[in-house]
Every structure is written in C-alpha cells, then in structure tokens.
C-alpha cells in the first residue's frame, strides 16, 4: 500500500488499529521510534485498540516495564489524539483468533482478529505480524 491510496484503500475511510508497543511509544512521547509511515497514518486516520492492548499494558504495568496504568495511557491518548477502544464483539473476535494458527501469543492472536474483523489496517513493528497479517503495516 503506498501513501497515495490510504485514504481511498478499498472506497472506504481507514481505521488503524494500534499495536501495544505504538500505543506505549505514543503516550511516553518516543516518536523518533516510530516509522515514517506510521507518523503519517496516526497524524491522518482514526486510531482505535483492541481492549486487549490495554490487558497488555496493565500486565507491563504489573511487571514493572511501564509506569503507568492502562486506563492513564488509554485516557490521555483519547484526550490527546482521539484515539478509541473497539467494542466489536468478543465472540467474534474469539472465533476470528481460533483461525490464526501462526501465533500461540493470546495478545498478538486477539489484537490482529480484531483488526481483522473489518479488514483494517493494523500498525505494528512486530515481524510476525507484519508477516502473517496483511493489512499490517509499519
């Protein structure tokens, strides 16, 4: 996918779906580790997570690896940058994940089904989803 169809991809508007890690990025202010692409999709789309990417922030809250709970994070960033928590149901997003068979990661399984739902794209740094998830982009 180039920059001169995103906002056109399949006649519809985008929505972007954020993995752990640019969530976290994005809140502490460590945007330099972000790519290019991926400054321009957050700056220009709207920006959603999957409830799992807040469970996974608080188990590294939990472990010490972030210093923030996960409703801080998730609220400053709705305030912030509009970003919101999808509501898709979980049925659905549980019997997508049963097909993703290329991953034994509970986290990684959920937030890429619940992407997949509407065929969006999900921004990630992680291989393998950028591998096994074709709306994935980085």
């Given at each position: ?7 056109t ?12 890690h ?11 580790r972000?790519?290019q ?15 799992m990417?807040?469970?996974?922030m608080?188990?590294?809250y ?20 509009g ?36 065929d ?10 950028l ?8």
């Amino acid at each position: 996918m180039t920059p001169t169809n995103w906002s056109t991809w399949s006649g519809k508007s985008i929505l972007i779906y954020l993995d752990t890690h640019v969530v976290v990025w994005l809140y502490a202010g460590l945007t330099e580790r972000l790519s290019q692409q991926a400054r321009t999709l957050i700056n220009e789309q709207d920006l959603l997570i999957s409830p799992m990417v807040r469970l996974e922030m608080h188990y590294l809250y939990e472990i010490g690896r972030v210093t923030v709970d996960s409703s801080a994070i998730t609220a400053d960033l709705a305030q912030r940058i509009g970003l919101r928590v999808c509501n898709k149901s979980f049925d659905a997003i549980v019997t997508r994940a049963t097909t993703l068979s290329w991953t034994r990661d509970s986290f990684d399984r959920i937030i890429v089904a619940q992407a997949g739902l509407g065929d969006d794209l999900l921004l990630s740094k992680d291989q393998s989803i950028l591998k096994n998830y074709p709306q994935a982009t980085w």
